[in-house]
């Protein structure tokens, strides 16, 4: 894969189509794969597709809009989002700042 949109194109219809052997993962909703330990919060937001790597951490109303995916160990704050992204491993994304500056106004 030669640029950032056929990457992300291959990725989608990978995973979309399940045409891959995803070794180590499993498949928690259609088009979202998860690896081992992952820990999503009840009221955070995926939709697929999307890869999430093993010791993820997804907090509350976190969002992740694919296609994603985030690689090993990383961690999504509270409110944070990601869309149509990779997040290499050991990323964090925190709570997005439009949040912090509307709940001052």
Same mark, same amino acid.
């Given at each position: 894969?030669?640029?950032? *949109?056929?990457? #992300?194109?291959?990725?989608?219809? &990978? =995973?979309?189509?399940? $045409?891959?052997?995803?070794?180590?993962? @499993? /498949? =928690?909703? *259609?088009?979202?794969?998860?690896?081992?330990?992952? /820990?999503? &919060?009840?009221?955070?937001?995926?939709?697929? *597709?999307?890869?999430?790597?093993?010791?993820?951490?997804? /907090?509350?109303? &976190?969002?992740?809009?694919?296609?994603?995916?985030?690689?090993? $160990?990383?961690?999504?704050?509270?409110? @944070?989002?990601?869309?149509?992204?990779? &997040? #290499? *491993?050991?990323?964090?994304? =925190? #709570?997005?700042?439009? $949040?912090? #500056?509307?709940? /001052?106004?």
């Amino acid at each position: 894969v030669s640029n950032w *949109p056929t990457y #992300l194109r291959v990725f989608t219809e &990978a =995973l979309s189509g399940h $045409r891959v052997e995803l070794n180590g993962y @499993s /498949e =928690l909703a *259609p088009g979202i794969w998860c690896g081992q330990d992952v /820990e999503i &919060a009840e009221c955070a937001r995926i939709v697929g *597709p999307a890869l999430i790597g093993s010791g993820c951490k997804i /907090e509350d109303d &976190a969002t992740v809009i694919g296609p994603a995916m985030l690689g090993e $160990r990383c961690r999504m704050s509270t409110g @944070s989002w990601m869309i149509r992204a990779v &997040a #290499l *491993p050991g990323s964090s994304f =925190l #709570l997005d700042i439009t $949040r912090i #500056l509307s709940n /001052e106004a």
